[in-house]
């Protein structure tokens, strides 16, 4: 499957203009980056979202949500490795030469444990709690925002979000 250059084009730049309004940063080698965004768009194609291009996507989009561009492990693996797996986005250490690029280890379960979308969030005196799966931002309100504020992730990859007991002002 061949994908058109300005589409190709288009989508690098929206994908370096909302990493970098994010803080984040995507690979320098603009040649292996444009390789992963053809990828994604050749997986938005096939599958309808942009599936990460280095891993094995299933077809079926909510077992794959931890796997759309961003994924879930994006931010652990600019932690621990310097980049996430497929090496889209780097750290500012590898950006600047500082640490090197490196393989980095597959996170992702053989079966990625899911929340139903039904499932309750304990509610804090009526008010119900929301998580992004991909940056971790928390919200309060009946329902997720649309779109991350954050990552710009959207609203399928957020998840209900239950404070342990210990945080709750009152719970022994």
Request: aromatic fraction near 6%; charge should be negative; glycine fraction near 6%.
């Given at each position: 499957?061949?994908?058109?250059?300005?589409?190709?084009?288009?989508?690098?730049?929206?994908?370096?203009?909302?990493a970098?309004?994010?803080?984040?940063?995507?690979?320098?080698?603009?040649?292996w980056?444009?390789?992963?965004?053809?990828?994604?768009?050749?997986?938005?194609?096939?599958y309808?979202?942009?599936?990460?291009?280095?891993?094995?996507?299933?077809?079926?989009k909510?077992?794959?949500?931890?796997?759309?561009?961003?994924?879930?492990?994006?931010?652990?693996?600019?932690?621990?490795w310097?980049?996430?797996?497929?090496?889209?986005?780097?750290?500012?250490?590898?950006?600047?030469g500082?640490?090197?690029?490196q393989?980095?280890?597959?996170?992702?379960?053989?079966t990625?444990?899911?929340?139903?979308?039904?499932?309750?969030?304990?509610?804090?005196?009526?008010?119900?709690?929301?998580?992004?799966?991909?940056?971790?931002?928390?919200?309060?309100?009946e329902?997720?925002?649309?779109?991350?504020?954050?990552?710009?992730?959207?609203?399928?990859?957020?998840?209900?979000?239950?404070?342990?007991?210990?945080?709750?002002?009152?719970?022994?």
């Open positions: 499957m061949t994908i058109e250059s300005e589409r190709l084009r288009k989508t690098y730049e929206q994908l370096k203009t909302d970098e309004a994010g803080g984040y940063h995507l690979n320098s080698d603009e040649d980056t444009l390789g992963l965004v053809e990828g994604l768009l050749v997986n938005e194609d096939r309808g979202y942009q599936a990460c291009p280095c891993r094995l996507a299933s077809g079926d909510q077992a794959d949500l931890d796997i759309i561009c961003p994924c879930d492990y994006r931010d652990a693996d600019l932690h621990d310097g980049a996430c797996y497929c090496a889209l986005y780097v750290s500012d250490e590898v950006l600047a500082e640490k090197p690029l393989s980095v280890p597959e996170r992702r379960p053989e990625p444990p899911r929340l139903s979308r039904e499932a309750e969030a304990k509610p804090v005196e009526g008010i119900r709690l929301w998580r992004c799966r991909v940056c971790g931002y928390l919200c309060a309100r329902h997720p925002p649309g779109v991350c504020p954050i990552c710009r992730a959207k609203q399928e990859r957020f998840e209900p979000f239950v404070l342990p007991p210990s945080a709750i002002p009152g719970d022994p």
